[in-house]
């Protein structure tokens, strides 16, 4: 089954904890992406990769980190110093062109800050 | 700056009824226009992708427009189903010389089909 998938689809934490979602993509795409999504709110871009082992901040990144050790995955790490880690996060992925290429989404992972 | 106005902001039809979603756009180099669905609780799904030289494009009951000159967009729903009761999100990429530009999303408009 190919896709892009995240875990886990409901996520809690304490104030001061840090927090890691998963993605994974098994469709061989080259870039992944993060975003986060608040009610009424358009998404907004924390973080992308284009590569392995390389990472760019999006409109948003600060109190989050990433990492891209292998093409497939890409976690997300909200971090204590995120002020409002409340809403929908949703990771995607695409192919590297130019410029016109579908992202594919995850099904997203909703993190609520006790 | 560069933005994307959805309009309406949510609306409500019978199942059977036609509807048109408008987006209007100030993004600056343009490169492309995308509308998505996305369900409750789920992540959005690519419905159309066009280009500055085209002016429509289909998938099935979902027809979008382009207007470049005028820098509107609108998705037009034939016949709704109870299924299509989502947010449709328009989406516009600036253009960066061929690569992947930033994609600048709009606040989506929330359908409700009704029986």
């Known amino acids: 089954d190919g896709g892009i998938t995240q875990s886990p689809k409901y996520l809690f934490r304490k104030e001061g904890q840090n927090v890691t979602l998963s993605c994974e993509q098994n469709?061989?795409?080259?870039?992944m992406y993060w975003y986060r999504q608040d009610p009424g709110q358009g998404l907004r871009l924390i973080y992308y990769?284009?590569?392995?082992?390389?990472?760019q901040k999006g409109d948003i990144a600060e109190g989050y980190s990433v990492s891209r050790e292998k093409k497939e995955s890409f976690p997300l790490t909200v971090t204590s110093a995120q002020k409002n880690p409340t809403a929908f996060y949703l990771c995607?992925?695409?192919?590297?062109?130019?410029?016109?290429?579908?992202?594919?989404f995850g099904p997203g992972t909703r993190l609520t800050v006790l | 700056k560069n933005q994307v106005e959805q309009s309406p902001q949510s609306l409500i039809i019978l199942e059977g009824k036609n509807c048109t979603l408008q987006?209007?756009?100030?993004?600056?180099?343009?490169?492309?226009l995308r509308w998505y669905k996305q369900d409750t609780g789920r992540g959005p799904v690519s419905l159309t992708i066009?280009?500055?030289?085209?002016n429509t494009k289909s998938n099935g009951r979902y027809t979008a427009t382009l207007d470049a000159d005028t820098k509107q967009s609108s998705l037009h729903i034939t016949a709704s189903q109870l299924s299509d009761s989502a947010s449709y999100i328009c989406?516009?990429?600036?253009?960066?010389?061929?690569?992947?530009?930033?994609?600048?999303f709009g606040k989506g408009t929330k359908l409700s089909v009704k029986p």
């Open positions: 995607a992925s695409s192919i590297v062109g130019r410029g016109k290429e579908q992202q594919f």
């Open positions: 469709l061989n795409h080259d870039a």
């Open positions: 990769s284009q590569i392995v082992n390389d990472f």
């Open positions: 987006c209007n756009y100030t993004v600056s180099p343009f490169s492309n």
């Open positions: 066009m280009t500055f030289s085209e």
């Open positions: 989406v516009v990429s600036e253009w960066n010389g061929g690569s992947q530009g930033n994609l600048i």
